[in-house]
């Protein structure tokens, strides 16, 4: 079984920051697209970014210039790091690993992004 793990969640203040990890096994996480998508009360999930094995990245523009993803393969971990976090930004966020030329996908459990003053 997939695991997939989130951690770093939290409440901040407008204008603050936070930073999301999220890790798998290394046979997974070497091969696949790592994404994090959030889902607000009352909405649809949404992407909010992803990195390719290659290191391509794809923001959504709405978090364009704020977050920043990245991945460190050597401890198979991806990042979210989020700047100038605003109260819309509030959501459950959920990391994502999608292995290349498969249709799969593991998704982690999620985790809590609050932002409010």
């Known amino acids: 079984q997939v695991q997939v793990v989130e951690s770093g969640g939290g409440s901040v203040q407008p204008g603050g920051s936070l930073s999301l990890s999220c890790t798998t096994s290394?046979?997974?996480?070497?091969?696949?697209?790592m994404g994090w998508y959030r889902q607000a009360p009352g909405k649809e999930r949404e992407s909010v970014a992803r990195?390719?094995?290659?290191?391509?990245?794809y923001m959504n523009d709405s978090v364009k210039g704020r977050f920043t993803i990245s991945r460190n393969n050597a401890k198979t971990t991806v990042y979210l790091q989020m700047n100038a976090l605003k109260p819309e930004d509030t959501a459950v966020y959920f990391c994502?690993?999608?292995?290349?030329?498969?249709?799969?996908?593991?998704w982690g459990q999620g985790t809590q992004v609050t932002v409010s003053s």
């Open positions: 994502v690993a999608r292995p290349l030329y498969t249709h799969d996908e593991y």
């Open positions: 290394s046979d997974i996480f070497s091969r696949s697209t």
């Open positions: 990195i390719t094995t290659d290191g391509i990245v």
